[in-house]
């Protein structure tokens, strides 16, 4: 049963690191940290029931959505690092 999820490893992994990158850039924002873990939490849940719903269609469309979440993914990184940057230089 596993085996069938495995196409989606790799976004399973990249989307908790980008979580990670929205939760960090929430706090340097000034975000208050109990609605931000709250609505973090809500998030992953929401996901946990669309992916538990739908991964069955969403297989045969696994490598566009591998795609499409990893360029995501690099966006959100480049986009918190451009900030972290531009923020220690004071700009």
Do not use: C, H
Request: charged share 10%.
């Amino acid at each position: 049963m596993l085996e069938q999820y495995m196409q989606f490893m790799w976004l399973i992994i990249f989307g908790n690191i980008e979580n990670l990158i929205l939760s960090s850039q929430g706090v340097v924002q000034g975000v208050d940290p109990k609605i931000l873990g709250g609505l973090s939490i809500l998030v992953v849940i929401m996901w946990f029931v669309i992916g538990t719903v739908i991964t069955d269609v969403a297989i045969q469309y696994s490598n566009l959505i591998n795609f499409i979440g990893g360029l995501a993914i690099f966006l959100l990184g480049f986009q918190a690092v451009y900030e972290a940057v531009r923020n220690i230089r004071g700009g």
